[in-house]
């Protein structure tokens, strides 16, 4: 069982037929080495991971969802950056 002062850490984990890391959960650990060693136990028992990575929680940095609309709309307004602006020249070809 954690104690109030043991960091929280998040945990990625790279299956063996994916290429990137997914987060799979989170987990209470004195330490990166205890961190690591924890989910190992408890997120790859059948063998899946190949690769762990461990993050405290609080070294992660994220937006507000309260600031969506700031953050994420003015995106919408630059169309060109929608890859259906763009017309492609009769000589490339289509797929």
Excluded at 25 to 41: F, I, N, P
Excluded at 65 to 76: G, I, Q, S, V
């Amino acid at each position: 069982m954690a104690t109030p002062n043991t960091p929280l850490w998040e945990v990625f984990i790279r299956s063996r037929n994916g290429l990137a890391h997914k987060h799979v959960g989170s987990l209470h650990a004195s330490d990166a080495t205890m961190a690591v060693q924890a989910a190992r136990d408890i997120y790859t028992r059948r063998g899946e991971g190949l690769s762990i990575w461990v993050v405290p929680s609080s070294a992660i940095t994220a937006s507000d969802p309260a600031e969506k609309a700031m953050m994420f709309e003015p995106a919408e307004s630059k169309i060109y950056r929608h890859p259906t602006f763009y017309e492609v020249p009769e000589e490339v070809g289509h797929m």
